[in-house]
């Protein structure tokens, strides 16, 4: 049979030394082939970093004779490519009779696939695959019906039991970690993961402590061409250097980002040449459509990587026979021509020809596989349109942790805790609380900017240290080392991602983002990932961990990049906990239990607030707690109520004694935590008082307080004898100069004046 599949030709190879086995009419000629034709590698990039490091070109670029692709092997890859093609093909037909409702493929990217697969280890390696990636699972021992599960949106789905589009890849029992949407958030998940790898070498508590845990597993993760464009991109593979992380990206280059060619993605139309230069990192490049150059290609890849010698880059040339997805059509921006030249490299295609031209198996062999394939889909396919879908009430499952809940009384030692010492700031007491938990849980690592007292760890002793710009972590690098304290690359994005990993294993981050108004470049990783992980996957997976972020203003001199307070941006993403202390005891008590909790927690200190002598306190005891959604009643009154939370709390409570002098009573409930809050709390003050006033230093329009307020003239419209009312900044920026921040923020003469009006109404 005369194919064109000639450049994977395979060669005799030589002799073995060990008797030949007994073989069948259909594999008996797969003895006599072997690689050698397909071509040399190129020689791999590199640069280690330290001299003990193996440089990569020491690694095997060949295999041995013995290592050579058997007929079995050559055979079950074949299989698999096909079967992913299919099950392609398969739902592209389900979704042109509406039976499914999106359909993205991996058409074309299967050899490469399926190469990463027979090198990994499923269970054991760490998996962040891309949309792209049918064939790798199914290789890692996924099945046609969990993936057509998936297409249909069936409760019984292991990706995400229905929350996610088909081909947003996820599998408990392999070790692949829940796949979103946006391009690139998982290369930092991913680099994370392989950190906590790096992190148990160097902490031995947790070897005894976290059980999925091998020395030499590795963190596979993939992306496409599009993706290298995205700046975290860039930000994974620069930690994943700088560690030698055993990390290995696979990018599958289509050459296509939707309709974006590569030449205007990037410069030059070549990621890998871009990258090269970073130190440790082994870069290879492959024609991702030949499965046995691939197979070479990723295992030396692979070897590198579980050598701990650092992370590799394998930049696989791919085709992409299909449109982006069934949302898309190739032919507005793709010539014909260009269409049918890529048509010529489809892997499954050439891989069969040449299965049949080499003699590993005939025509007759071939079409049986087929035959059996086809079959096993449609069969797959029937049982995954009966499965049942996941029942309407089952919606708000798994928003949150349904083991650990930070509301019960198992959270609660706050009443009647003895306390001790000399009055400590929220700066010291929050201190407290880090150190008191990090000696408990050897899974705690504090990372951010800054944090560590210095990273050079030579100089400890002879430097005062940072700890933070606030002092607020001071010393805990010198008490519990550098392999638990240390600083991180000025990315935010890099300090959430990374932790997100981390917590994927089992560790428990404590990050710091230096000022709230620098979060945003993290805001794809906290609204799209952290907050949805638990979610989005039927509770499979979760990433509990601490985001401290210095928040506010009243700094005088602040301006507008540091005295933002946009709270309510982050209080209505579903699964984030939101928590807002006032005073020094609450800080401790509470950062006490976004540690212990099993939800990701969003820490807000405010930094006017940090050094404050009214709100100092004694020490607690190393198991102060105080329990989300319990607010605390600040002040008693029975004329009207001030529902607040931080800065304002200290302000309404000067505003409440002047109103006090002039015969009015108010009662002021401080929040503590915003997400969940105590509606209970309020509802019981606002019928004791039938007046309400919500204070905030968020603006006034669309802040937290307009639910507060919204809910109160839903819920409480008949307690009520006046107007809720509320007091928050101007719809504005905060200012520089003293007299404008003063007339932009809210102050207590503007509580008090809110106080007089809504008593006379």
Same mark, same amino acid.
């Given at each position: 049979?005369?194919?064109?599949?000639?450049?994977?030709?395979?060669?005799?190879?030589?002799?073995?030394?060990?008797?030949?086995?007994?073989?069948?009419?259909?594999?008996?000629?797969?003895?006599?082939?072997? !690689?050698?034709?397909?071509?040399?590698?190129?020689?791999?990039?590199?640069?280690?970093?330290?001299?003990?490091?193996?440089?990569?070109?020491?690694?095997?670029?060949?295999?041995?004779?013995?290592?050579?692709?058997?007929?079995?092997?050559?055979?079950?890859?074949?299989?698999?490519?096909?079967?992913?093609?299919?099950?392609?093909?398969?739902?592209?037909?389900?979704?042109?009779?509406?039976?499914?409702?999106?359909?993205?493929?991996?058409?074309?990217?299967?050899?490469?696939?399926?190469?990463?697969?027979?090198?990994?280890?499923?269970?054991?390696?760490?998996?962040?695959?891309?949309?792209?990636?049918?064939?790798?699972?199914?290789?890692?021992?996924?099945?046609?019906?969990?993936?057509?599960?998936?297409?249909?949106?069936?409760?019984?789905?292991?990706?995400?039991?229905?929350?996610?589009?088909?081909?947003?890849?996820?599998?408990?029992?392999?070790?692949?970690?829940?796949?979103?949407?946006?391009?690139?958030?998982?290369?930092?998940?991913?680099?994370?993961?392989?950190?906590?790898?790096?992190?148990?070498?160097?902490?031995?508590?947790?070897?005894?402590?976290?059980?999925?845990?091998?020395?030499?597993?590795?963190?596979? !993760?993939?992306?496409?061409?599009?993706?290298?464009?995205?700046?975290?991109?860039?930000?994974?593979?620069?930690?994943?250097?700088?560690?030698?992380?055993?990390?290995?990206?696979?990018?599958?280059?289509?050459?296509?980002?939707?309709?974006?060619?590569?030449?205007?993605?990037?410069?030059?139309?070549?990621?890998?040449?871009?990258?090269?230069?970073?130190?440790?990192?082994?870069?290879?490049?492959?024609?991702?459509?030949?499965?046995?150059?691939?197979?070479?290609?990723?295992?030396?890849?692979?070897?590198?990587?579980?050598?701990?010698?650092?992370?590799?880059?394998?930049?696989?040339?791919?085709?992409?026979?299909?449109?982006?997805?069934?949302?898309?059509?190739?032919?507005?921006?793709?010539?014909?021509?260009?269409?049918?030249?890529?048509?010529?490299?489809?892997?499954?295609?050439?891989?069969?020809?040449?299965?049949?031209?080499?003699?590993?198996?005939?025509?007759?062999?071939?079409?049986?596989?087929?035959?059996?394939?086809?079959?096993?889909?449609?069969?797959?396919?029937?049982?995954?349109?009966?499965?049942?879908?996941?029942?309407?009430?089952?919606?708000?499952?798994?928003?949150?942790?349904?083991?650990?809940?930070?509301?019960?009384?198992?959270?609660?030692?706050?009443?009647?805790?003895?306390?001790?010492?000399?009055?400590?700031?929220?700066?010291?007491?929050?201190?407290?609380?880090?150190?008191?938990?990090?000696?408990?849980?050897?899974?705690?690592?504090?990372?951010?900017?800054?944090?560590?007292?210095?990273?050079?760890?030579?100089?400890?002793?002879?430097?005062?240290?940072?700890?933070?710009?606030?002092?607020?972590?001071?010393?805990?690098?010198?008490?519990?080392?550098?392999?638990?304290?240390?600083?991180?690359?000025?990315?935010?994005?890099?300090?959430?991602?990374?932790?997100?990993?981390?917590?994927?294993?089992?560790?428990?981050?404590?990050?710091?983002?230096?000022?709230?108004?620098?979060?945003?470049?993290?805001?794809?990783?906290?609204?799209?990932?952290?907050?949805?992980?638990?979610?989005?996957?039927?509770?499979?997976?979760?990433?509990?961990?601490?985001?401290?972020?210095?928040?506010?203003?009243?700094?005088?001199?602040?301006?507008?990049?540091?005295?933002?307070?946009?709270?309510?941006?982050?209080?209505?993403?579903?699964?984030?906990?939101?928590?807002?202390?006032?005073?020094?005891?609450?800080?401790?008590?509470?950062?006490?239990?976004?540690?212990?909790?099993?939800?990701?927690?969003?820490?807000?200190?405010?930094?006017?607030?940090?050094?404050?002598?009214?709100?100092?306190?004694?020490?607690?005891?190393?198991?102060?707690?105080?329990?989300?959604?319990?607010?605390?009643?600040?002040?008693?009154?029975?004329?009207?109520?001030?529902?607040?939370?931080?800065?304002?709390?200290?302000?309404?409570?000067?505003?409440?004694?002047?109103?006090?002098?002039?015969?009015?009573?108010?009662?002021?409930?401080?929040?503590?935590?915003?997400?969940?809050?105590?509606?209970?709390?309020?509802?019981?003050?606002?019928?004791?008082?039938?007046?309400?006033?919500?204070?905030?230093?968020?603006?006034?329009?669309?802040?937290?307080?307009?639910?507060?307020?919204?809910?109160?003239?839903?819920?409480?419209?008949?307690?009520?004898?006046?107007?809720?009312?509320?007091?928050?900044?101007?719809?504005?920026?905060?200012?520089?100069?003293?007299?404008?921040?003063?007339?932009?923020?809210?102050?207590?003469?503007?509580?008090?004046?809110?106080?007089?009006?809504?008593?006379?109404?």
């Amino acid at each position: 049979m005369k194919t064109d599949t000639k450049v994977l030709k395979l060669v005799p190879k030589s002799t073995s030394p060990t008797p030949a086995k007994p073989q069948s009419d259909e594999t008996a000629k797969v003895e006599e082939i072997s !690689v050698a034709s397909m071509p040399a590698p190129a020689e791999p990039i590199s640069r280690p970093s330290t001299p003990q490091a193996v440089p990569p070109a020491s690694l095997p670029k060949t295999s041995k004779a013995g290592d050579l692709p058997d007929s079995k092997l050559l055979i079950d890859m074949y299989r698999t490519m096909y079967l992913s093609r299919r099950i392609d093909d398969k739902e592209i037909q389900m979704k042109g009779q509406n039976r499914i409702f999106f359909q993205i493929s991996g058409a074309g990217h299967e050899a490469v696939l399926v190469a990463a697969g027979v090198v990994l280890k499923p269970g054991y390696d760490w998996f962040y695959p891309y949309y792209r990636d049918r064939a790798l699972c199914l290789q890692l021992g996924m099945t046609p019906l969990e993936q057509l599960l998936s297409a249909v949106g069936a409760e019984a789905d292991p990706n995400s039991h229905g929350r996610q589009m088909p081909s947003h890849w996820g599998h408990k029992k392999l070790n692949i970690v829940s796949q979103s949407s946006p391009t690139g958030t998982q290369l930092l998940q991913a680099v994370g993961c392989a950190e906590a790898s790096y992190r148990f070498e160097l902490i031995p508590e947790l070897k005894k402590r976290i059980k999925t845990f091998h020395d030499d597993e590795v963190t596979y !993760v993939s992306l496409g061409e599009g993706t290298t464009s995205e700046g975290e991109f860039w930000e994974a593979l620069n930690t994943a250097s700088n560690l030698k992380l055993p990390v290995v990206f696979l990018l599958e280059d289509n050459g296509y980002a939707i309709s974006v060619p590569v030449e205007v993605q990037t410069a030059g139309g070549n990621a890998s040449r871009l990258v090269e230069n970073f130190p440790s990192l082994y870069v290879q490049r492959c024609d991702g459509t030949d499965p046995i150059e691939s197979l070479e290609t990723m295992r030396r890849a692979v070897e590198y990587a579980r050598r701990r010698q650092g992370p590799a880059l394998v930049h696989a040339k791919v085709i992409r026979p299909y449109s982006h997805s069934l949302s898309d059509d190739e032919k507005l921006y793709r010539s014909d021509e260009e269409r049918l030249s890529e048509n010529e490299r489809d892997p499954v295609k050439r891989f069969g020809a040449l299965l049949i031209d080499e003699g590993v198996i005939d025509q007759d062999g071939l079409q049986k596989i087929k035959d059996e394939i086809d079959a096993s889909v449609s069969e797959a396919a029937d049982q995954a349109l009966a499965a049942a879908q996941p029942a309407p009430d089952t919606a708000l499952n798994f928003v949150f942790s349904p083991d650990v809940d930070p509301t019960s009384k198992e959270f609660d030692t706050e009443d009647g805790a003895q306390l001790s010492g000399n009055p400590g700031t929220m700066v010291d007491l929050i201190n407290r609380t880090l150190h008191t938990e990090m000696e408990r849980d050897p899974s705690i690592v504090v990372f951010g900017e800054d944090v560590a007292d210095c990273s050079r760890e030579q100089y400890l002793n002879v430097v005062k240290g940072k700890g933070g710009v606030f002092k607020v972590t001071a010393n805990l690098q010198r008490k519990f080392g550098g392999n638990r304290v240390f600083n991180s690359p000025l990315a935010e994005a890099n300090i959430v991602g990374r932790a997100i990993g981390m917590a994927t294993r089992g560790m428990k981050p404590v990050v710091e983002i230096q000022f709230f108004d620098y979060i945003w470049p993290a805001m794809h990783q906290i609204r799209n990932e952290l907050a949805l992980l638990r979610w989005r996957s039927g509770n499979d997976w979760k990433a509990p961990l601490v985001i401290r972020v210095p928040i506010g203003g009243y700094l005088k001199g602040g301006a507008v990049y540091h005295s933002q307070s946009g709270v309510s941006t982050f209080t209505q993403i579903p699964g984030l906990r939101v928590i807002y202390p006032s005073n020094a005891l609450d800080a401790n008590g509470l950062l006490r239990t976004a540690i212990r909790c099993d939800d990701p927690v969003m820490f807000l200190e405010h930094k006017h607030l940090y050094r404050q002598a009214y709100n100092k306190s004694a020490y607690p005891p190393d198991d102060f707690m105080i329990p989300f959604g319990k607010a605390k009643k600040v002040r008693e009154g029975k004329d009207l109520t001030i529902v607040t939370y931080g800065a304002l709390v200290q302000r309404s409570i000067v505003a409440a004694k002047q109103a006090e002098q002039e015969g009015t009573s108010v009662e002021i409930i401080d929040l503590r935590s915003l997400v969940p809050y105590d509606w209970d709390a309020i509802v019981a003050s606002v019928r004791k008082t039938n007046r309400v006033i919500v204070a905030h230093e968020d603006s006034l329009s669309f802040g937290y307080g307009a639910e507060i307020a919204a809910r109160i003239a839903d819920e409480l419209f008949l307690d009520l004898d006046a107007p809720v009312r509320r007091v928050c900044a101007l719809d504005t920026f905060v200012a520089y100069a003293p007299q404008l921040e003063d007339a932009i923020l809210p102050q207590s003469s503007d509580v008090a004046k809110a106080i007089a009006e809504l008593k006379a109404y």
